[in-house]
């Protein structure tokens, strides 16, 4: 369990960088924000993504630190930023279960005093499974704090539609495999559906993963009001984000 004793080890050892990746508006094309998104830089491996890590983290019950730690430097970063752009963070299930999450974002806006509007939490659809009574309720005092909240991989889980029913998100993000897939019919019927629920329902919705001039196209068309992908920009350090910043707007 090599991997499980340098894990406990990179946050200490300052082996963690957050990168950010940017959402633009689809009809201006105006950066609105970024995703925050870890990164590993391992000694001999190189850098590593979060997706190959992520569960591990989960596993050895170390997620909670690691998580407050890219949601506080996320937090700081943005406030470097102007005041328009927001930053958007991952919540693992494990952190959304946590008795303590709330508290630790309110912490963290009091300390980088980031504006908390500027704050969107993405909650993967996933999380939603359990507990629905004590999933609202969390939900409701996220809101409280004023900060953004996102439903994320829209359309690869169970119970969602019961959720937006029960919740106001303010964004659902679909899940990039129906970009991907827009040449099969059954996925351009769900990347239009979503669009249409979200809208209906007074939601913004979010295309992710547009890599194509002709997939943007399609989010536009089927009424995005934002879209994230690599046709817009792959995750950068947060050094890089100024530059980015003054090209796109
Ligand atoms: O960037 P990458 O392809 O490695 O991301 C893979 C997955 O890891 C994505 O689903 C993303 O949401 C998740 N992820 C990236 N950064 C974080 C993080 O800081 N916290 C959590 N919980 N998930 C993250
Ligand atoms: O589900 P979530 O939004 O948290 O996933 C973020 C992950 O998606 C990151 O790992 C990021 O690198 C990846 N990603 C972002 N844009 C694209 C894209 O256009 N294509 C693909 N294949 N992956 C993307
Ligand atoms: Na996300």
């Avoid at 950010?20 to 970024?34: E, I, K, M, T």
């Avoid at 958007?88 to 952190?95: A, H």
Wanted: glycine share 8%; hydrophobic share 45%.
């Amino acid at each position: 369990r090599t991997m499980e004793m340098e894990l406990r080890n990179a946050l200490a050892a300052g082996q963690f960088e957050v990168y950010y990746q940017p959402l633009v508006r689809a009809d201006s094309g105006a950066v609105s924000c970024f995703e925050a998104l870890l990164r590993w830089h391992h000694p001999e491996r190189g850098t590593v993504s979060a997706c190959d890590f992520i569960s591990l983290i989960e596993e050895i019950g170390i997620i909670g630190r690691v998580g407050r730690w890219v949601m506080e430097e996320a937090c700081r970063t943005a406030t470097t930023w102007p005041g328009t752009i927001g930053i958007v963070v991952n919540l693992s299930p494990v952190q959304f279960a946590s008795d303590e999450l709330v508290d630790n974002v309110r912490r963290i806006l009091a300390d980088t005093g980031l504006e908390p509007a500027r704050l969107e939490l993405d909650i993967s659809e996933a999380i939603l499974l359990k507990d629905a009574g004590a999933t609202v309720s969390t939900l409701q005092r996220l809101r409280e704090l004023g900060v953004q909240l996102s439903m994320d991989d829209f359309g690869t889980g169970y119970s969602s539609l019961g959720y937006l029913r029960k919740f106001p998100f303010d964004k659902i993000k679909i899940d990039r495999s129906f970009m991907r897939d827009l040449d099969s019919a059954g996925s351009a019927a769900i990347v239009r559906a979503i669009a249409g629920l979200a809208n209906m329902l007074g939601i913004s919705a979010v295309a992710e993963g547009v890599e194509t001039e002709d997939q943007f196209a399609r989010a536009q068309l089927e009424g995005y009001q934002e879209v994230q992908g690599f046709l817009f920009g792959q995750p950068v350090q947060g050094a890089d984000v100024p530059a980015l910043l003054s090209r796109t707007t």
